[in-house]
Each structure stands twice: as structure tokens, then as C-alpha cells.
T-cell receptor
Framework: EDKVVQSPLSLVVHEGDTVTLNCSYE??????LLWYKQEKKAPTFLFML????IEKKSGRLSSILDKKELFSILNITATQTGDSAVYLC????????????FGKGTKLTVNP | GAVVSQHPSWVICKSGTSVKIECRSL??????MFWYRQFPKQSLMLMAT?????????EQGVEKDKFLINHASLTLSTLTVTSAHPEDSSFYIC????????????FGPGTRLTVL
């Protein structure tokens, strides 16, 4: 059974801290890994990772994939209260129709 | 970027009634759309894959007679929750896959269903 596990499930930090969110996956026909940020409504796309070892960056956020060890991390530096959200990772499986298998998410709370 | 809309954004209904949720891709054609359900503090769970012009593919444990999916055109998929019960109360999100595009699914804003 395809599975994506995220850790920690929740995290509380102070503004300015750096956080690392973890995502491990076990899926058949893995194609890529996606990170999303979910606030009150539907998830918003952050990163797509396909190749191992290549860091993707967007401002204070960065992410990397390790296809050998089957995990990915999402780093957020100099956190701000606006970073408070649930961060979801999802593995894309390739096949007739490409499905996303989501983890349960990490709830990040950034306190002022 | 690609935009997906959902309607309604929230709905409250009585137990036993049916509710239809629409998912539209506004600026692209989507041969495949996905329907997810998210319970409070849980992740998104894929319910079914909707393919234009053919029957939807349901995930294990999802009742196809209860959750009717119609993908009548390349820009519209509908999910009908039939004979809704309080346990069907959830956040329903659709996404549209852009064939040949990046590996991202474009998510709609979601529909909050509350069944009394």
C-alpha cells in the first residue's frame, strides 16, 4: 500500500527560528514529490521535486529530495507568523492517471 | 497559472438530501479531475479519479453509488453526495490535472459540506 509519512505532526516555534519538516514515502511507480501549504482552504503548491540532491528554493523556503533514502525535507528559515499553516507533502505515482498520495501534514505554528 | 473553481464554497443540508458540487477548470481543459475529502485535522484522501467521457475510478472504500461523479466536459466535473448523512460532513476538494503540463494538480478552493 502506498504510504507517505510526515514528521513531526505539529511544531511550535518563535519568529525567526528555522524549521525542518520531514517527509518519507513508500509508493509504487514513484514519479515526483510535491510540497503544499494549506491554510484555511485548499492547498497551495510550493515545490515539485523529481531529481535527487537538487535543492529547490523560493525565498525563505527550500526543499530537497533523496530518492535513495525515499525522503524529502522542507526548510523554512527566519520563520514568520504568516508561515503558520499545515504543510503537506504528496508523492505522485505514475500510471494511467497520476495520483497524489498525501501525508497527514505537519502543523506549523509560528508565535511572535 | 491554471485556475480551478468550485461551487458552492459551503453548503448546509438536511440528512437524506442530495448535494451537488461543481468543479471547473477556468482557463484550461482537464481530461482528468480528482476528488478529495478532508476530515478535520486529517490529510486529503483521494476519493475518485474523474475522466472526461468515461466512468470515474473510485478508491477502495468509497461508495460509487453514494458519491456520483460526472465529468461531462473537459472543464467540468460534478460530485453528487446522495442521501447525505452527518458523517458525510467534510471538506471536499477537487483538482484538475493539466495533461502535458507540470506534475502539479491545480486545486479548487474546496467545498465545506455540513449535513444536519
Amino acid at each position: 500500500e502506498d504510504k507517505v509519512v510526515q514528521s513531526p505532526l505539529s511544531l511550535v516555534v518563535h519568529e525567526g527560528d528555522t524549521v525542518t519538516l520531514n517527509c518519507s514515502y513508500e509508493v509504487t511507480n514513484f514519479r515526483s514529490l510535491l510540497w503544499y501549504k494549506q491554510e484555511k482552504k485548499a492547498p497551495t503548491f510550493l515545490f515539485m521535486l523529481t531529481s535527487s540532491g537538487i535543492e529547490k528554493k523560493s525565498g525563505r523556503l527550500s526543499s530537497i529530495l533523496d530518492k535513495k533514502e525515499l525522503f524529502s525535507i522542507l526548510n523554512i528559515t527566519a520563520t514568520q507568523t504568516g508561515d503558520s499553516a499545515v504543510y503537506l507533502c504528496a508523492a505522485v505515482t505514475q500510471g494511467g492517471s497520476e495520483k497524489l498520495v498525501f501525508g497527514k501534514g505537519t502543523k506549523l505554528t509560528v508565535n511572535p | 497559472g491554471a485556475v480551478v473553481s468550485q461551487h458552492p464554497s459551503w453548503v448546509i443540508c438536511k440528512s437524506g438530501t442530495s448535494v451537488k458540487i461543481e468543479c471547473r477548470s477556468l482557463d484550461f481543459q482537464a481530461t482528468t479531475m480528482f476528488w478529495y475529502r478532508q476530515f478535520p485535522k486529517q490529510s486529503l484522501m483521494l476519493m475518485a479519479t474523474s475522466n472526461e467521457g468515461s466512468k470515474a475510478t473510485y478508491e477502495q472504500g468509497v461508495e460509487k453509488d453514494k458519491f456520483l461523479i460526472n465529468h461531462a466536459s473537459l472543464t467540468l466535473s460534478t460530485l453528487t453526495v446522495t442521501s447525505a448523512h452527518p458523517e458525510d460532513s467534510s471538506f471536499y476538494i477537487c483538482s484538475a490535472y493539466l495533461a502535458g503540463g507540470p506534475d502539479t494538480q491545480y486545486f479548487g478552493p474546496g467545498t465545506r459540506l455540513t449535513v444536519l
